[in-house]
C-alpha cells in the first residue's frame, strides 16, 4: 500500500504543479481583457468628457462640431428599446412558457428547439437584410421607419429571451407544480401563480443580455437604412429615426478631429443608457427574487 502511494505522489505533484500553472495563465489572459477594456474606457471618458454638457444632449447633428449633439439618435434609441422589448418579450416568455409547459416531445419540437440554438448565433446583418425584405420592403411598402427597425430587433434578440426564459422555468423545482396540482389548481393557474413568479429573475436576467445587446447592435439599423442626419425626435412608430451606434459611426468617419471627442462623448452616452437600463433590470430581479425566496 505504501509502495502505491509513493508511485503515485510523483504524478500528483506533477499535477497539482501543471494545475497551478493553467491557472496563471488563465488569470493573465482574463487580466489582459480586463486591463485592456480599462485603458480603452480611460481613453474614451478622457477624450469624451470635455464635450459631455447639456447642450450635447439636447441638439441635434450637425456639420459644425462645436453644435451637434445627439438628442434625435439618443431618443431615437429610447424608442427602439421600448419598441423592441414590447414585441419580443412578451412573445419570447410566452414561447418559452409553451415549449417548456405545455408542448409535447415530437419531432416538431425538436426542430423548434433546434432552430432556436442556431438562430441565437445567427450574424446580426442577416437580420438586417431580413428586416430590410420583410419589414421594409413588403409589410411597409418600402417606409424605414421605427417600427421596421423594431420588429427586426425584435427577431433578433427573442431567441436569446426564450432560451434564457426556458432554462429559468426549467429550473423551477417540479415539487412546486405537484403541490399546486394537489390543491385543486388547473395548469394555467400553476404556471401563473407558480411556475412564472420563481423563474422571474432568470427571465429578467435574460431580458437584460438581450436588450443590452439590441441597445449596442448597428448592423441591422445600417441594413434598413436608419438616417444618421435628422434633426427631429420621433413622436410615433411609422416615423424615420437614427440611434446611437449610428451617430458614433458617422462622427468617428468625419474628418475633423473634433469629431472623435464628440463620438467618444456619444459612447460615454451609449453606456450610461445602458448601464442604467442593466441596473434597473438587475434591481427589479432581485426584488423578485427576495419576495419568491420569502414566500
Known amino acids: 500500500m505504501q509502495q502505491t502511494t509513493a508511485m503515485f505522489r510523483p504524478r500528483l505533484s506533477m499535477r497539482k504543479k501543471m494545475g497551478s500553472v493553467i491557472y496563471v495563465l488563465f488569470l493573465l489572459a482574463t487580466m489582459v481583457g480586463i486591463v485592456g477594456l480599462l485603458v480603452l474606457l480611460a481613453q474614451v471618458i478622457a477624450e469624451g468628457a470635455p464635450w459631455l454638457n447639456w447642450n450635447f444632449l439636447n441638439s441635434y447633428p450637425s456639420r459644425h462640431p462645436e453644435e451637434a449633439g445627439l438628442k434625435s439618435a439618443l431618443w431615437g434609441s429610447v424608442w427602439l428599446m421600448g ?15 409553451y415549449l417548456e409547459e405545455y408542448a ?9 428547439e433546434i432552430n432556436l440554438s442556431n438562430l441565437a448565433g445567427v450574424p446580426s446583418i442577416v437580420y ?114 437614427t440611434v446611437l451606434p449610428i451617430q458614433i459611426f458617422n462622427w468617428t468617419s468625419r474628418p475633423q478631429d473634433e469629431f472623435r471627442g464628440i463620438a467618444a462623448a456619444a459612447i460615454v452616452v451609449l453606456l450610461v443608457v445602458l448601464l442604467t437600463m442593466n441596473a434597473v433590470a438587475i434591481i427589479l430581479r432581485d426584488r423578485h427574487q427576495v419576495r419568491s425566496d420569502g414566500s
Open 83 to 97: 419598441l423592441t422589448g414590447m414585441f419580443a418579450i412578451p412573445i419570447g416568455v410566452g414561447a418559452a412558457i
Open 104 to 112: 409535447v416531445p415530437s419531432r416538431l419540437t425538436a426542430f423548434i
Open 128 to 241: 438586417g437584410l431580413l428586416g430590410l425584405s420583410l419589414f421594409v420592403q413588403w409589410m411597409l411598402q418600402g417606409e424605414r421607419v421605427l417600427l421596421a427597425g423594431a420588429m427586426t430587433m425584435a427577431l433578433l434578440v427573442m431567441p436569446i429571451v426564450i432560451l434564457a426564459s426556458r432554462e429559468a422555468i426549467r429550473a423551477v423545482p417540479d415539487t412546486y407544480r405537484q403541490a399546486g396540482y394537489a390543491l385543486g389548481a388547473e395548469k394555467w393557474q400553476v404556471v401563473k401563480g407558480i411556475v412564472l413568479p420563481q423563474a422571474l429573475p432568470g427571465i429578467l436576467t435574460g431580458t437584460i443580455l438581450a436588450m443590452s445587446r439590441a441597445l449596442g447592435e448597428a448592423a441591422p439599423v445600417i441594413a434598413i437604412s436608419a438616417l444618421v442626419y435628422l434633426t427631429f425626435v420621433p413622436v410615433h412608430p411609422l416615423e424615420q429615426f
